[in-house]
């Protein structure tokens, strides 16, 4: 049972390059989000999608861009990545706005120097 | 506007029991959250209970609802070293969770 696989686990970036952190769920979920974790902010949400061809902006959406093509991937883009976006992200799936579970991934670890 | 306010550390003994308070501003969500962070993992779904509840047992997990004072906590019976981790609220808004700043719990022997 893969569930929510996010590639790479560690990425460390010069300020301006970018980059994609992928996210891909086996569960056939239509919600899928993005997060970006902080010490001592929590979770915030930055893009989610409620299906295949629909995304949206959450709380802190400013140099990141998504697309959902496909029901099984999110991939999140770094157009051009600055030290502020050091962070943890965080992808996650849901069967849809009722569903009681969120199931997420491991994790990105993400250093821009 | 949508807030999770959670205290971000709480410290017990082994054998104690631990609670966890949260609060939240969405009077219309409809689910609540635990979840569940060891160290370098993900979140793990802890429990949830429906707005509609008051009280929500599950072996040595209470969740206890306050619908008038917005507050929801979660009692740990028994706690263990194992059980050592961050702990997030979360209520679910239009499809979306909206996390509190997670709460470190730290258990002594």
């Known amino acids: 049972n893969a569930g929510v696989t996010q590639t790479p686990k560690f990425q460390v970036l010069k300020t301006g390059q970018s980059m994609t952190l992928q996210c891909a769920q086996d569960?056939?979920?239509?919600?899928m989000s993005w997060y970006r974790q902080d010490p001592g902010m929590g979770l915030r949400l930055i893009h989610y999608?409620?299906?295949?061809?629909?995304?949206d902006q959450g709380e802190v959406p400013n140099g990141y861009n998504v697309s959902r093509s496909t029901t099984e991937d999110f991939p999140l883009r770094l157009l051009s990545a600055a030290p502020s976006q050091t962070s943890v992200y965080f992808c996650?799936?849901?069967?849809?706005?009722?569903?009681?579970?969120?199931?997420f991934g491991q994790g990105t670890r993400l250093t821009v120097v | 506007g949508e807030d999770v306010e959670q205290s971000l550390f709480l410290s017990v003994r082994e054998g104690d029991s631990s609670v966890i308070n949260c609060t939240y501003t969405?009077?219309?969500?409809?689910?609540l959250y635990w979840y569940k962070q060891e160290p370098g993992a993900g979140l793990q779904l802890l429990t949830y209970?429906?707005?509609?509840?008051d009280m929500k047992q599950d072996q040595r997990l209470t969740v206890l609802l306050n619908k008038k004072d917005k507050h929801l906590s979660l009692r740990i019976a028994d706690t263990q070293t194992g059980d050592s981790a961050i702990y997030f609220c979360?209520?679910?808004?239009?499809?979306?969770?909206?996390f509190g700043q997670g709460t470190e719990l730290s258990v002594k022997p």
């Open positions: 996650a799936s849901s069967p849809g706005p009722q569903g009681t579970e969120a199931f």
């Open positions: 569960m056939n979920h239509e919600y």
């Open positions: 999608s409620v299906g295949a061809g629909i995304t």
């Open positions: 969405d009077s219309s969500s409809t689910y």
């Open positions: 209970i429906f707005s509609n509840m």
């Open positions: 979360a209520e679910k808004e239009r499809g979306k969770l909206i």
